[in-house]
């Protein structure tokens, strides 16, 4: 089972647990459980890095401080960190250098737990952004499960001598030198294009108009209501089937969110033109197809990027072009002015723009409200 039984370390002197046949077994399933989660967490951020460049930003802001100031370091932020859990999940799940890693997950666990509660009692952002889009959990349930995961982490650092590697130490630099150009290799390929999976509700295939509908019968929010009132400068709550009577004055009426109802897939396409009209159900009914060229930030849009995507629509009659961005009106029409924009642009929350496309710009071709392609302006040659 790839122990080594000659040595014999304090930490698990009167520890019978690691003699029996089940406790080693059991010791090798909480190793590669360590580091499936760490893989896993690490490769959807891997799909989306740009994702996660996104949502350390968010934590960024959240903070405030000098923290939107270092909204610089995002980019480089991201990628240090999906590197750092995926390799550490697969050193874990493979024994390379298994001392060294069990002690760098014990620090980067306690850390996270410590993050995550302050994150679970304070809410500064609703999704820790753990498992990118793929899956969504609370902050509370973030916390939990890294209380979990330090546990066992903790267990395989007093355990650790327990363990043997599989191959020999160049082996082991060969195997992990391997993975990380792998890695960052795939990286870069999902920021350059778009994401090889897509987790988010504007994926190819999404009938936009389907997917904002609430199904006949679907549960509601439940809200619990309380009042406020104040007699005599004394202040006191008092539910809605229980309300004082006139010699008390309202101040103020409190709601707690009891359970989550049902929430659609996609609750959001509002675009707005310069007479900030609604034109977003337009797009949708419109019996063809739109391209939407999507550029989130005009500050930051690839001029050469846009000139491709222009050059490569240029020659398609099979319908219509608009563009949507985020950016206010006077920096829409210099911008316009300045690139020769022939195509109207509209405006739209950032928020929204960039979680239909990883891309700034990008192209996302809707015909008859149903999303058809998306492409980074690098393979706008390759719209179908």
Same mark, same amino acid.
Request: proline share 4%; with cysteine.
């Given at each position: ?11 698990? $002197?009167? &520890? ?52 939107? /100031? ?33 002690? &760098? ?45 330090? @546990? ?38 999902? &920021? ?43 202040? /006191? ?36 033109? $310069?007479?900030? /009209? ?31 995507? @222009? ?72 719209? /179908?």
């Amino acid at each position: 089972m790839g122990f080594n039984f000659r040595r014999r370390k304090i930490s698990s $002197a009167g &520890l019978p647990f690691t003699s029996s046949r089940a406790g080693r077994i059991t010791l090798h399933l909480l190793r590669l459980l360590a580091g499936s989660v760490f893989v896993f967490s690490g490769f959807v951020k891997a799909v989306d890095p740009l994702g996660t460049v996104y949502k350390i930003s968010d934590y960024l802001d959240a903070f405030g401080g000098f923290g939107p /100031q270092l909204a610089v370091l995002a980019y480089p932020a991201a990628f240090l960190l999906i590197v750092f859990e995926l390799m550490l999940g697969v050193q874990l799940m493979l024994m390379l250098r298994f001392r060294s890693s069990t002690l &760098l997950a014990l620090v980067f666990m306690v850390a996270m737990t410590g993050l995550t509660l302050y994150i679970a009692v304070y809410n500064p952002v609703t999704d820790c952004g753990c498992f990118g889009d793929a899956l969504k959990v609370s902050n509370w349930q973030t916390f939990y499960k890294n209380i979990v995961l330090l @546990t066992i982490v903790v267990l395989l650092v007093v355990w650790r001598d327990k363990f043997k590697s599989f191959f020999l130490k160049p082996v082991e630099y060969c195997i992990g030198g391997v993975f990380l150009a792998a890695i960052i290799a795939f990286m870069v390929y999902n &920021l350059l294009h778009l994401p090889v999976l897509d987790f988010r509700p504007y994926k190819i295939g999404v009938n936009i108009p389907e997917a904002m509908s609430v199904p006949e019968g679907a549960p509601a929010d439940v809200y619990n209501y309380s009042f406020v009132y104040q007699k005599e400068g004394v202040k /006191q709550t008092f539910s809605l089937d229980a309300l004082p009577d006139s010699t008390w004055t309202f101040v103020e009426q409190k709601s707690e969110l009891v359970r989550k109802g049902y929430e659609a897939p996609i609750t959001n396409f509002t675009i707005l033109n $310069a007479d900030y /009209q609604d034109v977003g159900h337009e797009i949708l009914a419109y019996r063809g197809r739109t391209y939407l060229v999507v550029m989130y930030d005009l500050t930051r849009t690839s001029v050469r990027g846009l000139e491709t995507i @222009t050059e490569a629509l240029a020659a398609r009659t099979d319908g219509r072009v608009a563009g949507v961005t985020a950016s206010n009106p006077a920096e829409v029409e210099a911008f316009k002015s300045a690139h020769k924009v022939k195509f109207p642009v509209y405006t739209a929350d950032p928020v929204f723009l960039k979680t239909m496309i990883r891309a700034n710009p990008g192209v996302v071709v809707i015909e008859n409200g149903t999303i058809t392609d998306k492409r980074n302006w690098r393979d706008s040659d390759k719209i /179908q």
